[in-house]
């Protein structure tokens, strides 16, 4: 399965290249990843990097890429939000400043979730994980 990954921030474009870069690095990732680009717009030279796709299967590759992922993000600074686009159109939402703060049980629990839709796929408009929604209690009402 193939899974897009967009990153909105400020400086999009630029944490997007950090982290192609660092999930580059992880063994399990190499040769899986593909950066998407857009056309350059009027006046700027070089295409600007507009995702990236990493083609995935369940296992030690989906593993790797969550805990690749949640260690990015807790290296952040500032507003970073990751999105996953799974392939039926569900997403998987993941903020910075959110896992910077998460507790050991609450990082375990992020990192399932992440594998939980990458396995099975959520439904389209997903609760974001989080401090303010873990996903045992995607029900009740956010505490944050």
Same mark, same amino acid.
């Given at each position: /399965?193939?899974?897009?990954?967009?990153?909105? *921030?400020?400086?999009?474009?630029?944490?997007?290249?950090?982290?192609?870069?660092?999930?580059?690095?992880?063994?399990?990732? %190499?040769? %899986?990843?593909?950066?998407?680009?857009?056309?350059?717009?009027?006046?700027?030279?070089?295409? &600007?990097?507009?995702? #990236?796709?990493?083609?995935?299967?369940?296992? *030690?590759?989906? &593993?790797?890429?969550? &805990?690749?992922?949640? *260690?990015?993000? +807790?290296?952040?600074?500032?507003?970073?939000?990751?999105? #996953?686009?799974?392939?039926?159109?569900? +997403?998987?939402?993941?903020?910075?400043? +959110? =896992? +910077?703060? /998460?507790?050991?049980?609450?990082?375990?629990?992020?990192?399932?979730?992440?594998?939980?839709?990458? *396995? @099975?796929?959520?439904? &389209?408009?997903?609760? %974001? =994980?989080? %401090?303010?929604? @873990?996903?045992?209690?995607?029900?009740? @009402?956010?505490?944050?």
């Amino acid at each position: /399965m193939d899974v897009r990954i967009l990153v909105d *921030s400020e400086h999009g474009a630029v944490h997007l290249a950090e982290l192609h870069h660092w999930l580059a690095d992880v063994p399990e990732l %190499r040769g %899986r990843l593909t950066p998407l680009e857009a056309p350059p717009p009027p006046g700027v030279l070089g295409p &600007t990097l507009e995702a #990236l796709l990493l083609a995935i299967a369940p296992g *030690s590759v989906a &593993t790797a890429f969550a &805990t690749a992922l949640v *260690s990015w993000l +807790r290296h952040r600074s500032g507003a970073v939000r990751v999105e #996953l686009e799974l392939p039926d159109g569900s +997403r998987v939402k993941l903020e910075a400043d +959110r =896992v +910077r703060e /998460m507790t050991d049980a609450e990082l375990r629990g992020q990192l399932a979730a992440v594998l939980a839709g990458l *396995s @099975a796929g959520q439904p &389209t408009g997903a609760p %974001r =994980v989080g %401090r303010d929604r @873990a996903p045992a209690d995607e029900g009740a @009402a956010p505490t944050g």
